[in-house]
Nanobody
Framework: VQLQASGGGLVQPGGSLRLSCAAS????????MSWYRQAPGKQRELVAS???????NYAGSVKGRFTISRENSKNTVYLQMNSLKPEDTAVYSC??????????????WGQGTQVTVSS
C-alpha cells in the first residue's frame, strides 16, 4: 500500500490550504486515516483523525480551523486548513491503518508535505 500526499505550500497567515492523501495498492480496507505534523525541533503530533465511519478527532490547537474528511470510494483523506497561523508551519504526513488479508492490520505512512505559513 502506498500513500501519496499532496497540497502543501506557502501561504500567508489567515490563508487556507487543502491537503490530500490517497491510498493505492492491494488491501481489504482502510480503517482510520490521520494527519500528523512535525515542526523543526518538535515532536510529531496528531493533527486530526477520521474513522471509516466518519468519526473525527482533532488536536486542540486546530479545532475549529481544520476539517478532516475522507472519500472511502477513493481511499482518500483530506485536511482543509483555514485561518492558518505561523505556528502551523510543519511537515504534514498522512497515516492509514490498513487491513490486509495476510498481514492483518498495520500502519502505513505517506511522505510528508511541507506547509509554511509566513508573510
Amino acid at each position: 500500500v502506498q500513500l501519496q500526499a499532496s497540497g502543501g505550500g506557502l501561504v500567508q497567515p489567515g490563508g487556507s490550504l487543502r491537503l490530500s492523501c490517497a491510498a493505492s495498492g492491494s488491501f481489504l480496507s482502510i480503517n482510520s486515516m490521520s494527519w500528523y505534523r512535525q515542526a523543526p525541533g518538535k515532536q510529531r503530533e496528531l493533527v486530526a483523525s477520521i474513522t471509516s465511519g466518519g468519526s473525527t478527532n482533532y488536536a486542540g490547537s486546530v479545532k475549529g480551523r481544520f476539517t478532516i474528511s475522507r472519500e472511502n470510494s477513493k481511499n482518500t483523506v483530506y485536511l482543509q486548513m483555514n485561518s492558518l497561523k505561523p505556528e502551523d508551519t510543519a511537515v504534514y504526513s498522512c497515516n492509514a491503518v490498513v487491513r490486509d488479508a495476510i498481514m492483518g492490520f498495520y500502519n502505513r505512512w505517506g511522505q510528508g508535505t511541507q506547509v509554511t505559513v509566513s508573510s
